[in-house]
């Protein structure tokens, strides 16, 4: 494969670099609000269910918006609809540290608003537009080169986020999350939707409403948007309750900022891998055997006697499946159905992540808050493992009949 081949224009390289960026300062500050809840509890008296409740919100935010900016990202540009999203992700930094911050007001800042700015900055959208650059054989690699970069945010995020909280508090490391935030607002000004007719794919007349009724009608598709369910109950179940549980098994504070770094580090060779394998084997396989292994790994984690040799291993593997998922994900969405209406059609089975996510967050305090640990939460992802890694054995990988008569 030559360079030539990959990058076909210099619109396509800009995208992609401003894309990783802008993935990369997003998640940087989304993966680490765990981190925070020893000092909202402490200074805000924020409860572990509160806490899982505003995580939660947060993430359907994110899911329930995501179909939103992809439909203004499909019409108006990736552009509009990333910057529209950061403003709101600004603003929910903001009023966490410098407005009324208990009660309904926390689950405003920390759940509504920042979950709106994710749900156009995290992922699915500037990875969607990416996709719309690249031609069929390549979409997946593109596609996984910015989840990859975005994992390296994971990576570096916890480390310093730990050494800001000990050293400079939590709403000074609010104050310096904004500031990232900010600048992600400006680079995201180069994150550019291509010209229909210089797309890497034919344009078909479909509107919005029959773009839809195609992906609901498909099997395949509905089987793909409940395993992502399972995807996003797993992932914030660990980066949110992770650093209490760790905690609460008698191990130091920074083993939970080593996991979270760990997952981002092995994340990187995860999505990279997940990226490639993708363009050479089946993707329903490849994420089957992701899902699969998340409970191999969660078993692994929570089976063991805890110390810091199981943790390191745990950080790693968990890490190297954390968004493996994504690249296999959305190669089917737009393999199935192409690339005109990815953006929305992503959004919606990201959507079902983020629905994931709530529960993950939520249930994580409140079995916590009812029986003292989080056994049970955990003893849910394992199964929920198990139904996940079944149901992607039946879909059907080939291109709607549509695209077929092309």
């Not at 007719?197 to 034919?202: F, R």
């Not at 992502?228 to 660990?238: A, D, K, M, N, P």
């Not at 990815?342 to 629905?355: E, P, R």
């Not at 994931?356 to 939520?362: E, I, K, L, P, R």
Request: hydrophobic share 50%.
């Amino acid at each position: 494969m030559t360079s030539e081949k990959f990058i076909h224009n210099k619109t396509a390289l800009i995208t992609l670099i401003a894309a990783c960026l802008v993935v990369l300062i997003s998640l940087s500050v989304r993966q680490v609000f765990g981190m925070f809840f020893m000092d909202f509890n402490k200074d805000l008296g924020i409860t572990n269910t509160e806490f899982g409740l505003a995580i939660g919100i947060q993430m359907l935010g994110w899911g329930l918006s995501g179909p939103i900016f992809g439909a203004i990202a499909d019409k108006y540009g990736g552009h509009k609809a990333i910057s529209l999203a950061f403003i709101f992700y600004i603003l929910g930094i903001y009023f966490l540290f410098n407005g009324p911050n208990t009660g309904i007001y926390f689950q405003i800042s920390l759940g509504v608003l920042i979950g709106i700015g994710c749900g156009g900055t995290a992922i699915s959208i500037p990875m969607s537009i990416v996709g719309k650059h690249f031609p069929l054989s390549n979409r997946t690699i593109a596609m996984s080169i910015v989840t990859a970069v975005g994992s390296f945010g994971y990576f570096l995020s916890p480390i310093y986020t730990n050494y800001s909280l000990e050293n400079n508090g939590w709403i000074q490391t609010l104050i310096y999350f904004m500031l990232f935030l900010i600048i992600g607002l400006i680079i995201a000004f180069f994150v550019r939707s291509p010209n229909l007719l210089k797309s890497s794919e034919k344009s078909y007349d479909q509107d919005t409403f029959s773009a839809l009724k195609e992906a609901f009608q498909n099997r395949s598709y509905l089987l793909l948007t409940a395993g992502f369910f399972v995807c996003g109950f797993h992932i914030t179940l660990v980066g949110t309750h992770v650093p209490k549980y760790v905690a609460d098994r008698g191990m130091e504070d920074w083993t939970a900022a080593m996991i979270l770094s760990l997952i981002g580090l092995f994340n990187i060779f995860g999505s990279l891998l997940s990226g490639y394998l993708s363009t050479k084997i089946s993707k329903k396989v490849i994420l089957s055997t992701i899902y699969f292994l998340r409970g191999v790994s969660i078993c692994f984690f929570i089976f063991t006697p805890p110390n810091i040799f199981i943790s390191v291993i745990f950080g790693a593997t968990f890490g190297f499946l954390w968004l493996s998922t994504v690249p296999a994900t959305s190669g089917i969405v737009a393999h199935i159905f192409g690339t005109r209406y990815l953006g929305l059609l992503y959004g919606l089975v990201f959507l079902s992540h983020q629905i994931g996510s709530f529960f993950g967050a939520y249930l994580g305090g409140l079995f916590y808050d009812l029986q003292g640990s989080y056994d049970y939460a955990w003893y849910l992802a394992i199964a929920l493992s198990i139904f996940a890694g079944l149901i992607h054995l039946p879909i059907k990988e080939k291109p709607v009949e549509r695209l077929q008569e092309a």
